[in-house]
């Protein structure tokens, strides 16, 4: 890996672990149905300006209903889970939870994909099975009915983001990895327009809350996926994947710097266990990408 693929790899990290600090401030004021339309509408209009300027063409009317399943399971039901998961556990919380995601895709890939669970594999999912439970018993915020359905809905997510990577190779969605990520926001924001009405804003926005609203959307979503696609098309999707091991890092380091939550041993410790497992799994030889 160049110098300056390590370097994107690490402002990616840092920019992505900054979402959950970003969700923290904006989901008790919007709620998470609102946080989360405009954060992939926001993404969707910014992405669909940048392919004008490449002039490449934007996503095709007559595959739509790709797109709308797409932007579902990878951004949209995504977005809304961790939007409710922030009203309720720090952000190092659901950083942590989402770096199970490459578990979920390691077993959903043996599930519908015919993919083997190597020892490796099946090791990463212990241990990260041991990271969570760590952070779930041993954290810093006190465990009751809402942090276990704020845990509950950020493994929900993962699961989401899992079969999005299933869904994708299984029905060959196609179109350049620049597409598909512009495709995949607005088709979240379609998803998400009509549970607008039944969602009501839980107070005005103040301007702390719009402008961590633009970074969300336009640092956190349209610019980190071209970070994260450029990174691909540079060191492949297996070394792309290992900016999964920092976000959780830097979203305890937000976190705790401009939110004042506070890192544990038992944080540290579960997160350090959720990184090996997700190494265990992403870095199998064999493994192909999800």
């Not at 809304?80 to 659901?94: I, K, Q």
């Not at 895709?105 to 090791?123: H, I, P, Y």
């Not at 009501?200 to 640092?219: D, E």
Request: charged share 10%; hydrophobic share 60%; proline share 6%.
């Amino acid at each position: 890996m160049r110098q300056s693929d390590f370097i994107r790899l690490l402002l990616l990290a840092a920019i992505w672990g900054a979402s959950f600090l970003f969700m923290r401030v904006i989901a008790p004021v919007l709620g998470p149905i609102w946080t989360a339309e405009l954060r992939v509408g926001l993404a969707g209009l910014a992405l669909c300006v940048w392919m004008l300027f490449l002039r490449e063409p934007l996503p095709a009317l007559r595959q739509w209903k790709q797109y709308l399943l797409l932007g579902a399971a990878s951004s949209g039901f995504p977005a809304v889970l961790y939007s409710y998961a922030a009203l309720h556990v720090p952000a190092g919380y659901s950083a942590i939870m989402n770096a199970t995601t490459p578990l979920w895709g390691a077993l959903m890939a043996s599930l519908f994909l015919g993919e083997k669970l190597t020892q490796r594999k099946l090791a990463g999912m212990f241990t990260g099975v041991l990271g969570v439970a760590l952070l779930v018993k041993l954290g810093p915020v006190t465990l009751n009915t809402e942090v276990l359905l704020a845990l509950l809905a950020c493994s929900l997510a993962t699961i989401c983001y899992a079969l999005a990577g299933v869904y994708t190779k299984k029905l060959s969605v196609s179109g350049s990895p620049t597409l598909l990520a512009t495709a995949s926001q607005v088709g979240a924001a379609v998803m998400l327009l009509p549970a607008l009405p039944f969602s009501p804003v839980h107070a005005a926005p103040s301007v702390q809350v719009v402008l961590a609203m633009a970074a969300l959307a336009l640092i956190c979503s349209a610019l980190a996926y071209l970070l994260y696609f450029r990174l691909i098309s540079d060191v492949g999707p297996t070394r792309a994947l290992t900016v999964t091991f920092l976000i959780p890092l830097f979203a305890l380091i937000w976190g705790a710097v401009f939110l004042d939550e506070h890192i544990t041993l038992s944080t540290l410790a579960g997160c350090a266990a959720v990184v090996l497992a997700t190494w265990l799994v992403a870095g199998s030889p064999k493994k192909a990408s999800t």
